[in-house]
């Protein structure tokens, strides 16, 4: 059995830790922070998070759905809030499949709890990883709380420290192909409350979203009856041009006749914050009395993708999780992802065994680098589909076709959505699929009068015979 450092406690890093105890490893976990169960290292920052289907495959595999599926709120379609406040809910599967809300810092309580349930595992808080030997597995640890530095030999070593992994840094003194990617867009919290009584004021049950083509608003519901509102924004007050379906960011005083949009830096004072929530998001204001006082008050936060490669060195050493592939948000696999990783890594260690780790990293990282790529670009897909299309008729109309499709010929339409939520099919293959998808669906909805005849047996058989031979 091979003793094991993993380096962070986050999300990914406490489910690592429970399978490879699972498996007989003695495993220490190093994390910077504070034990979260004990001190509120969470304060300020409400996010909720959805637990996906291969999310689930993996929490399951590790013997800890159980313990999860107690704090989850299901989640079973989107809602779409307009301008005048109008509802439009659009189920996420035909057959009422959903995903699960869950709150971040209980999920990883919960899975804290369940990794010390193991007695070969050990958890260290406030150490701080400040180096890493990548040729022997040593880290040198900082204690936060003593102020003291000791070196840590380990077999292996997993970088499960998220998308600043300080692994990551290390690797990257190597030979080692990285990029960061800042979208335009940030992100702003608010905590939507429930009613007096505990009740929720909106449908617990729906992802709600404000659309408003280049920047968004959403809430997801937490188990105290209470929303997490997420608000994405440009950073910049920019101009946009609308592009083919998609939107393209200028700077201000493009020639192209540009549209204005609001960004974080033009939305900063009271009376800017009010007049923007009004004319945009009248409805939340009557659900969230004190929105602009949050908005003035919460942190604004970046996003960015981050790929690198390789995501091993010299068979000892891992990255794992975000700090292998940090995404944007918008699909809601990040932590999905990582979990998957865990699944995957876990499977590899039963196929070529315990005490072949080169071979198994190896294969490791050459299974998951192409998935982490994939679901990086179709977070980006998805993040247009949310903030803009998603108001579009063109693609409600779409999502309808693709709904009786699937109905009526299941072996052979799953949608992208579906794909990539409610299957274990991997990214990369999804990715491909969805752009074939694409493809089809575009020649589909310029057949003439398709409006009137989506569910006709015309368009269902062109789609069939563009399905049997679209490359
Ligand atoms: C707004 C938003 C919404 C999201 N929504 C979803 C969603 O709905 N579904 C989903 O699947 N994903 C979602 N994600 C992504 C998800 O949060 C991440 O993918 C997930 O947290 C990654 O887990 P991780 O353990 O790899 O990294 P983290 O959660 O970042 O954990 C890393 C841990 O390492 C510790 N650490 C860092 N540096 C060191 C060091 N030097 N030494 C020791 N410890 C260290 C940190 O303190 C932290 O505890 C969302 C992200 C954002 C920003």
């Not at 003695?26 to 920052?45: C, H, K, M």
């Not at 290390?170 to 905590?191: C, L, N, P």
């Not at 109905?407 to 409610?422: E, N």
């Not at 694409?438 to 398709?450: C, F, H, K, N």
């Amino acid at each position: 059995m091979s003793n094991i450092t993993i380096v962070g406690g986050g999300l990914v890093g406490s489910l690592l830790a429970i399978f490879l105890a699972k498996r007989g490893h003695n495993v220490s976990v190093f994390e910077r922070r504070g034990d979260p169960r004990t001190t509120d290292v969470y304060a300020g920052r409400s996010i909720n998070l959805v637990v996906s289907h291969r999310g689930w495959t993996s929490l399951r595999a590790a013997g800890v759905e159980e313990a999860v599926k107690e704090i989850v709120v299901p989640v079973y379609a989107r809602m779409m809030h307009d301008r005048d406040g109008k509802l439009n809910r659009v189920p996420y599967s035909i057959d009422n499949r959903a995903i699960h809300s869950v709150s971040r810092g209980e999920l990883n309580r919960r899975l804290l709890t369940e990794a010390e349930k193991l007695p070969n595992v050990k958890l260290h808080f406030n150490h701080r990883c400040a180096d890493v030997h990548l040729d022997n597995a040593t880290c040198t640890f900082h204690n936060d709380i003593t102020g003291e530095s000791a070196p840590v030999k380990a077999d292996i070593v997993f970088g499960s420290d998220g998308a600043f992994s300080a692994v990551r840094q290390k690797m990257m003194q190597g030979r080692f192909t990285y990029s960061q990617e800042y979208i335009e867009h940030d992100y702003k919290e608010v905590a939507f409350p429930a009613n007096p009584d505990g009740t929720p004021k909106m449908d617990p049950q729906c992802l709600h979203i404000w659309p408003r083509r280049y920047f968004m608003m959403m809430g997801l519901a937490n188990q105290d009856g209470g929303f997490t509102g997420t608000l994405f924004m440009p950073n910049t007050s920019a101009t946009v041009i609308p592009e083919a379906g998609r939107s393209k960011i200028v700077g201000p005083g493009h020639p192209e006749s540009p549209q204005s949009i609001p960004g974080f830096d033009t939305v900063k004072t009271e009376a800017q914050v009010k007049a923007f929530f009004q004319e945009h998001f009248a409805d939340s204001m009557t659900i969230v009395p004190d929105i602009v006082e949050q908005y003035l008050r919460n942190p604004q936060s970046s996003l960015a993708i981050i790929r690198c490669n390789p995501w091993t060195i010299n068979g000892k050493v891992a990255l794992i999780g975000d700090a292998a592939h940090a995404i944007i948000p918008f699909y809601g696999e990040g932590m999905n992802a990582g979990y998957e990783d865990c699944k995957v890594l876990n499977d590899l260690l039963n196929e070529l065994g315990d005490d072949n780790w080169p071979a198994v990293l190896a294969a490791y990282g050459k299974a998951r680098k192409p998935n982490g790529d994939a679901i990086a670009d179709l977070s980006l897909r998805n993040f247009v589909e949310m903030r803009d299309l998603v108001a579009d008729p063109k693609f409600l109309l779409r999502k309808k076709i693709e709904g009786h499709l699937q109905a009526k010929h299941p072996d052979q339409w799953l949608p992208l959505y579906s794909q990539v939520k409610f299957s274990d099919i991997q990214y990369k293959d999804a990715w491909r699929e969805g752009l074939r998808h694409d493809r089809i669906m575009e020649e589909v909805l310029a057949m003439p009068g398709i409006e009137e005849k989506w569910e006709s047996e015309e368009v269902e058989r062109r789609v069939m015979e563009l399905v049997s031979i679209a490359p």
